[in-house]
């Protein structure tokens, strides 16, 4: 089995990259490059107080995402109820 190690190796490495895409991975590091680009620091090189810094960014963006996300579902819900309620008021016999 010359060629076995190669196949389970190539295995390993797709569940791996699977597992990737289900954390978020991308995101995250794109989030990051974002960030730190925003601020002129090169990631790999910043100082404690640098990282700090984009992590707290960071958390605020997430913030305000989830709260938008949030808006749009309440707003989107309460529309939705509306025209239901209007749809069994003015149309259903």
């Known amino acids: ?3 076995g190690t190669h196949v389970f190796d190539m295995i390993k490495r797709l569940k791996e990259n699977e597992n990737l895409k289900k954390n978020n991975y991308f995101k995250t590091k794109g989030a ?9 620091v090169d990631y790999r090189r910043a100082t404690d107080l640098e990282r700090e810094d984009i992590r707290r960014r960071l958390v605020g963006e997430r913030k305000n995402e989830r709260r938008k996300f ?11 109820g509306i025209l239901i309620i209007l749809f069994l008021k003015y149309v259903w016999p």
């Open 1 to 3: 089995m010359a060629g």
């Open 32 to 40: 990051y490059t974002r960030i730190s680009k925003s601020i002129n």
């Open 70 to 80: 949030i808006l749009t579902l309440t707003l989107s819900a309460f529309f939705t």
